[in-house]
């Protein structure tokens, strides 16, 4: 499958339900990034701009334990665009299904563990961290498909389902610097359309991983 069948798959999924992609795209990423940030300002008595001070310690460190708190978010938001691809109904409330489930902690920990991961790889060298990064880029599809797996199961079937697709998998998020210019000139205007359309296409490439693993068995060798 190509990285233009990736995408017009993406495209189909989203006819007539652009509005929806993008109020998703809404709620997720601004709970994601804004309560951190509202906590951080109301410890550090006050909102500020980045050019002032940083905010104290204790403030920061609270801001992150939200951020961590709520990454379960981004398993709901790519959960979720898995189940539009497949033409499956979606709504709000899915966006929170890891918070009233087992998968809350299954989620955080794949958040946690594969942040430490590319961190770690990070360390020797940036492109095996970005390598690295490529290898783990399946876990919140995987783990939506199989809710009863292990953190590190599903970060080692990532792994597994990567081998041989790091390459294509790199040109597909090539294929959207365009439109990442784009949202940075529009001062992030159009990655409310940019987004939903992205992880649209993240999704289609799962599935064609999915279908090639059930073809063949196995993956091509990098």
Do not use: C
């Amino acid at each position: 499958m190509t990285i233009k069948a990736f995408k017009t798959t993406a495209l189909d999924a989203l006819r007539n339900r652009w509005g929806q992609g993008i109020l998703l795209t809404i709620i997720a990423y601004g709970i994601y990034i804004f309560v951190p940030y509202l906590v951080e300002a109301i410890f550090s008595g006050g909102f500020h701009t980045w050019s002032e001070m940083e905010s104290p310690g204790h403030a920061q460190s609270l801001s992150w334990i939200f951020t961590l708190a709520l990454s379960p978010l981004l398993f709901g938001y790519y959960a979720t665009f898995l189940s539009l691809t497949r033409g499956e109904t979606i709504g709000t409330k899915d966006l929170f299904q890891a918070f009233d489930s087992k998968i809350y902690f299954k989620a955080l920990g794949i958040y946690i563990l594969t942040s430490i991961y590319i961190f770690l790889w990070s360390l020797l060298l940036i492109i095996p961290g970005i390598i690295k990064s490529f290898s783990y880029s399946q876990v919140y599809f995987i783990l939506k498909d199989n809710p009863t797996m292990s953190v590190n199961g599903a970060i080692t079937e990532s792994r597994r389902l990567m081998d041989g697709f790091k390459w294509k998998y790199f040109l597909l998020l090539l294929s959207f610097i365009g439109w990442a210019l784009l949202s940075a000139i529009t001062f992030g205007i159009a990655s409310l359309w940019t987004t939903p359309y992205f992880t649209a296409s993240l999704a289609a490439f799962y599935d064609q991983l999915v279908k090639h693993q059930n073809d063949n068995g196995t993956g091509d060798n990098d």
